[in-house]
């Protein structure tokens, strides 16, 4: 079983989602890669990954890898903010990194 961690970035993103029916699309996701199902997903360098979500506008969630089976969500957002979300997915990865 994987183990999810979230950001305040992206809880506060999650927060903001009105569309419910997105929302829980995208709770349900999170579920199905708890249990290894993680489906459409592609690395976008620096060791963080896009998690495509096929509703709304094109659902992303960021998160990266942290030890055999702890993943940290960092962000969301959805295709028209693709590259300024994933900018800000690897800023808030270095930051935890530097952190730690």
């Given at each position: 079983m994987n183990i999810f961690m979230r950001t305040p970035e992206f809880d506060r993103w999650l927060k903001r989602l009105?569309?419910?029916?997105?929302?829980?699309?995208?709770?349900?996701?999170?579920?199905?890669?708890?249990?290894?199902n993680f489906g459409d997903c592609e690395s976008v360098g620096d060791g963080?990954?896009?998690?495509?979500?096929?509703?709304?506008?094109?659902?992303?969630?960021?998160?990266?890898?942290?030890?055999?089976?702890?993943?940290?969500?960092l962000y969301g957002g959805d295709k028209s903010s693709q590259k300024k979300d994933i900018q800000a997915a690897k800023a808030i990865k270095k930051r935890l990194e530097e952190e730690s």
């Open positions: 009105k569309e419910l029916s997105i929302k829980a699309r995208v709770l349900v996701r999170i579920r199905a890669a708890e249990t290894g963080v990954f896009e998690m495509r979500i096929h509703a709304g506008a094109g659902c992303r969630i960021y998160y990266f890898r942290q030890g055999k089976v702890v993943y940290v969500l």
